[in-house]
């Protein structure tokens, strides 16, 4: 059995909507157990994220998606310091040779989002984990997948609305297949 793990962060439960389907792919797939990982504000003390349950699943995980809105241009604050905190597994090379992949969601279609993706695999990089794109292409099928034309990762979008209309059903749809993905490749790699 593999573990594909998913570590996200969300203040108002978009996020977490698109984690749920990132999700549901990733446990679609035959011979694939799945963690669904809240960074929880309880977890940052003194500006520290400190939860080593958590960190020792992610240890433990054959493949991990990342998933933070994007805030100002990049990852919230609460996802950095998860992050940061993960030092200590990059001296240790824990993670390296790991899948990896991300989501992010914003209020506007653009919303900055390529560049949290861009953080986002670039932190991928330097713990030597394997980074996996969205492989859907655009607007493809009738549910509209990857309706705002990411490759690198997932965006969504969502507003000021609850969590029960935005994201949208395209965008959670995108989440899922990124999930079956990562979950897929997982199974091949590790």
Same mark, same amino acid.
């Given at each position: ?52 349950? +958590?960190?020792?699943?992610? /240890? %433990? ?5 990342? !998933? @933070? ?6 990852? #919230? ?58 492989? +859907?292409?655009?607007?493809? /099928? %009738? ?5 705002? !034309? @990411? ?6 979008? #969502? ?32």
């Amino acid at each position: 059995m593999k573990t594909v793990s998913i570590i996200y962060f969300s203040a108002g439960g978009h996020t977490a909507k698109m984690a749920e389907a990132a999700a549901k792919g990733a446990g679609s797939v035959a011979g694939i157990q799945v963690n669904l990982l809240a960074i929880q504000g309880k977890d940052i003390q003194e500006g520290r994220y400190q939860n080593a349950g +958590v960190m020792e699943t992610l /240890d %433990a995980s054959d493949a991990i998606i990342f !998933g @933070s809105p994007t805030y100002m241009g990049n990852v #919230a604050a609460q996802f950095k310091c998860f992050m940061d905190a993960s030092a200590e597994r990059w001296f240790g090379r824990k993670w390296d040779g790991k899948v990896a992949a991300g989501i992010t969601i914003s209020g506007s279609p653009s919303g900055d989002k390529l560049n949290t993706l861009l953080y986002l695999s670039l932190f991928a990089a330097q713990h030597g984990m394997v980074w996996v794109g969205n492989n +859907v292409v655009p607007y493809s /099928d %009738a549910q509209h997948r990857n309706r705002l !034309g @990411s490759f690198l990762g997932v965006m969504g979008q #969502a507003g000021q609305e609850p969590p029960e209309v935005a994201p949208n059903e395209s965008d959670k749809l995108t989440a899922e297949a990124l999930g079956q993905r990562v979950a897929e490749l997982a199974l091949k790699l590790r």
